[in-house]
């Protein structure tokens, strides 16, 4: 995720500091290196109700850097974001690119078992020179989090407006999309012991996100169950089964490329 960054940048997971505007109200204004509010789930693994996170979640932003302005109603019910950053998922800014990009969010929960969410970004994430702006909407509901059976709902979608070609015309009209349902349901035998279970599609036809060289470009759907044992509080041990399917042969064998990708995961998260 930090590839393209500054060596030094490479190294920071979030640094930010903030300040409350108003006395009375729940107002901030924080500048540096966020954990992005774009979508349901965390970059810490152990945070997140599956052990791997979904297509969408790996090909959106773990982070974003900039100033935002934050304010929380009285009641605890709304979340109202707005946010200047230098990119999508970008600490320093790409060269050829003056930016800067909006970010922003809206939440809303109107009791302790519902979350709404609606979170944008309008920008870029290419040189000036090809002119494409970038318009991404995340909408998510969370439901009954805290109950024996929980869902999240999820969509994205995206749109690159079609870039500026090497002769200085713009290469047709419109724009390229992709968009990501996902559904994750979680059902909680115990405080100790719980399953998961996720179906999601990544559709990117035109290679936006997930450039793939192929005909029908990244089209593919994903299958996974989640088993999760909490040792301890802080201590939780994960495994996970995962099935790929895609419309075009990408997924690397040693008998050369398949439309199918299917993988065990285990893992033991300790935190302190």
């Known amino acids: 995720n930090y590839a393209a960054e500054q060596p030094l940048l490479r190294n920071v997971f979030e640094a930010n500091a903030g ?6 109200r729940d ?34 932003p773990y982070y974003l850097a900039g100033a935002k302005l934050t304010y ?32 922003t969010q809206i939440q ?26 970038r318009f991404y909407n995340n909408f998510y509901a969370i439901l009954n989090p805290n109950g024996k059976v929980s869902a999240i709902l999820s969509f994205d979608i995206g749109s690159d407006r079609k870039p500026i070609g090497v002769d200085g015309r713009r290469v047709g009209s419109g724009s390229y999309v992709w968009y990501a349902p996902v559904a994750i349901v979680r059902y909680s035998i115990s405080d100790a012991l719980k399953l998961a279970g996720r179906v999601e599609y990544y559709g990117d036809k035109n290679g936006v996100i997930i450039a793939t060289g192929t005909q029908n470009g990244f089209q593919t759907w994903g299958y996974s169950l989640n088993v999760d044992y909490f040792i301890l509080p802080t201590a939780v041990f994960r495994i996970e089964g ?5 419309k075009d042969a ?3 064998s040693t008998s050369g490329f398949r439309k199918t990708n299917t993988s065990l995961t285990t893992s033991l998260a300790v935190s302190f």
């Open 242 to 246: 995962k099935v790929y399917d895609s």
């Open 27 to 60: 107002l901030w204004l924080d500048a540096g290196i966020f954990g992005s509010h774009i979508g349901s789930e965390s970059a810490i693994s152990k945070d997140c109700w599956t052990l791997t996170r979904s297509l969408v979640a790996e090909n959106s």
């Open 19 to 24: 300040v409350k505007l108003s006395k009375k």
């Open 108 to 133: 809303f929960k109107p009791s302790a078992n519902v979350t709404l969410n609606w979170s944008t970004f309008l920008g870029s994430d290419r040189p000036d020179s090809l002119k494409q702006t």
């Open 72 to 103: 929380n109603t009285p009641n605890g019910k709304w979340t109202l974001l707005g946010s200047v950053v230098n990119g999508w998922q970008r600490i320093a800014k790409l060269p050829g690119y003056t930016g800067p990009a909006i970010s």
């Open 250 to 252: 990408i997924f690397e």
